[in-house]
């Protein structure tokens, strides 16, 4: 079993910068590539952004290509989500998740998920 826990998000204006946080509790998932999905109201979850176990692989949606940085730093068994340049439309609920085989952009791909953190971004 795996535990997690995103945090960092908030309200920010449009042109900010929030950086999100997944902690891991549990079993270790150093070996595991972990993604971040975000469902805004009345929409389907998206795939974000994923990482690969070894960070040496890294996935982006084409919307936020260029504004959204994905790192890890497994000795501590967090996984960040650097996001600049905001958008009214980035406006979601972020989840983080453990990749369990499959299709990477997938979420029914993913096993284990955290509870989401609120990012919010005014006009």
């Known amino acids: 079993q795996v535990q997690l826990v995103e945090s960092g998000g908030g309200l ?6 929030l950086r999100l ?3 891991a509790s ?8 972990v993604g ?12 974000v952004v994923a990482i ?5 692989r890294t996935y982006y ?28 439309e980035d406006t979601a609920v972020y989840y983080c998740a453990v990749h369990s085989g ?3 952009y997938s979420p029914t791909d993913y096993d284990y998920w955290g509870q989401g953190t609120q990012v919010t971004v005014s006009s």
């Open 12 to 17: 920010v204006q449009a042109g900010g910068s």
């Open 21 to 23: 946080s997944c902690t």
């Open 26 to 33: 549990g079993r270790t998932f150093s070996t595991y590539d």
């Open 36 to 47: 971040w999905f975000r469902q805004a109201p009345g929409k389907e979850r998206e795939f």
């Open 52 to 56: 690969g176990w070894s960070r040496t």
């Open 61 to 88: 949606a084409d919307s936020v290509k260029g504004r959204f940085t994905i790192s890890r730093d497994n000795a501590k068994n967090t996984v960040y989500l650097q996001m600049n340049s905001l958008k009214p």
């Open 102 to 104: 499959g299709s990477i």
